[in-house]
T-cell receptor, first 112, second 111 residues
Framework: DGGITQSPKYLFRKEGQNVTLSCEQNLNHDAMYWYRQDPGQGLRLIYYSQIVNDFQKGDIAEGYSVSREKKESFPLTVTSAQKNPTAFYLC???????????FGAGTRLSVL | GENVEQHPSTLSVQEGDSAVIKCTYSDSASNYFPWYKQELGKGPQLIIDIRSNVGEKKDQRIAVTLNKTAKHFSLHITETQPEDSAVYFCAAVYNNNDMRFGAGTRLTVKP
């Protein structure tokens, strides 16, 4: 069963806490992406990675961090520096040189 | 940078009617235009796409048109059904894999 798996589906963060969202893909895609979705807005790019051990900031990277140690995995950490973390987070992947991005089911992050 | 405008933000139609969603983009170098459908609590799913060398593409009840001169593209859904109710996003890709999304259109199909 190929695809992109995000976990957990729901996540709660306490003030001052760092939390990590998981994204795993078995599509053998080189590129992976993290987006943030707020109500009534389009998807905004947080970070992206086109190859293992390399990643670039997107439009709203402040307060977030990522790693890309394996091709299949691109975890996103929401740090305590992100003052408004409540949102729906989407992970996507694509083939290098390809345009089509495939999305996971998302993680909804809320603040306690 | 690239900017994608999408209209309308909400659209309500009667079952069986057609629905049209329009998007404009700013970067003339954009060459790929996908449309995604997002159901509540789920990730977006690609439903149709068009490349800049084509003016129209159709897949059953769904069609997309592209006007490169005017820098706008549209999604057309004919014979709408209640299961078409969702949020639809357009996007434009430029500078290789840099994808910019519209703000979305919430489509409601009334039975």
């Amino acid at each position: 069963d190929g695809g992109i798996t995000q976990s957990p589906k729901y996540l709660f963060r306490k003030e001052g806490q760092n939390v990590t969202l998981s994204c795993e893909q078995n599509l053998n895609h080189d590129a992976m992406y993290w987006y943030r979705q707020d109500p009534g807005q389009g998807l905004r790019l947080i970070y992206y990675s086109q190859i293992v051990n390399d990643f670039q900031k997107g439009d709203i990277a402040e307060g977030y961090s990522v790693s890309r140690e394996k091709k299949e995995s691109f975890p996103l950490t929401v740090t305590s520096a992100q003052k408004n973390p409540t949102a729906f987070y989407l992970c996507a992947s694509s083939q290098t040189g390809g345009n089509i991005q495939y999305f996971g089911a998302g993680t909804r992050l809320s603040v306690l | 940078g690239e900017n994608v405008e999408q209209h309308p933000s909400t659209l309500s139609v009667q079952e069986g009617d057609s629905a049209v969603i329009k998007c404009t983009y700013s970067d003339s170098a954009s060459n790929y235009f996908p449309w995604y459908k997002q159901e509540l609590g789920k990730g977006p799913q690609l439903i149709i796409d068009i490349r800049s060398n084509v003016g129209e593409k159709k897949d059953q009840r769904i069609a997309v048109t592209l006007n490169k001169t005017a820098k706008h593209f549209s999604l057309h859904i004919t014979e709408t059904q209640p299961e078409d109710s969702a949020v639809y996003f357009c996007a434009a890709v430029y500078n290789n894999n840099d994808m910019r999304f519209g703000a979305g259109t919430r489509l409601t199909v009334k039975p």
